[in-house]
């Protein structure tokens, strides 16, 4: 009896195994690891972006329709008409597109583009916005409970520095043995550098004792946050500018060139020209001359025949 339980305890086991390796495989035998697993199972799928009310699905009695001015700033405003007059307007414009872009306007604002420059556009975007931003970061300041008037004014300074980036600023008050037992100058401490840079932060909680460290975090101000974006505003505004103006610049030269291309040409032109009239008055002086050297010969010719009327 104790021999067949066994037995059928040994052929259960290798049943269960075989089952759990045959699920670590897929159709066409191949084995995959348990990370890999993981990955298919837990991964994010990205969604795609939605297909935005296009053409003939706009289905509204009016609607604002703009255009691309072609100069990279606002839209040129065509009017408020009819979604067929508008695809009218986008067919005549090259065959383009009409793209509803504010749903939520009086009335909704409908823009004619071709899709597919649109979305790329829009992508682009997106991809520049993402790289731009960048999340705020955690720094943190280290210091003793018994920090001299120097050292605390270095970690002022630094803690200044990381809100003035507009990063959250952990700062921390550090015992050692018994040092602990004073961890009420620790949080003097700490309330004395909120006070000091409360035109800058304020303090996000309360110092919180946790083993032999003392900790609390502080925020940039929302005028602070606000400096900072329009600072980054502007730096991208006057980025953006420099390009404009080397592509107007680059655009000039290229004109230039042509235009001196073009003269050279024309004084090329002029040069082939005089030299070919040149050559035609150096024939005409040599059909000149042929033709007062053959009345020369004509003239002594009948001179030789008077001569021989004479004395013949």
Known sequence: MKVSLAISTILLTCDSTSAWTSSFRIHN?????STT???KRYAKVAKPEPKPTMNSEIQLETIRVVV?????GKDDTLGIMSPSEAMVKAK???GLDLIM???NGDPPVCKIVDYSKWRYQRERNAKEKKKNSKASEVKEVKMSYKIDVHDYNVRVKAATKFINQGNRVKLTVMFKGREVQHDKLGYELLNKVATDMEKLCVMDTKPKRAGMTLTCFVSP?????KAINEKKRAE???????QKSSKEDAAAAAVAAVAVTEVQEQIQVEEEEEVDV???LEDDDDDENDDDSESTLDGLLEGDALMNDLFG
Not at 221 to 225: F, G, I, M, T
């Open 68 to 72: 691309d001015s072609g100069k990279g």
């Open 236 to 242: 991208e505004k006057a980025k953006k500018k420099k």
């Open 92 to 94: 005549e414009l090259g």
């Open 101 to 103: 872009i504010n749903p």
């Open 278 to 280: 040149a050559a035609l």
């Open 29 to 33: 035998n191949q084995r995959l690891s």
């Open 221 to 225: 101000r929302p005028e602070v946050l």
């Open 37 to 39: 697993l993981f990955a």
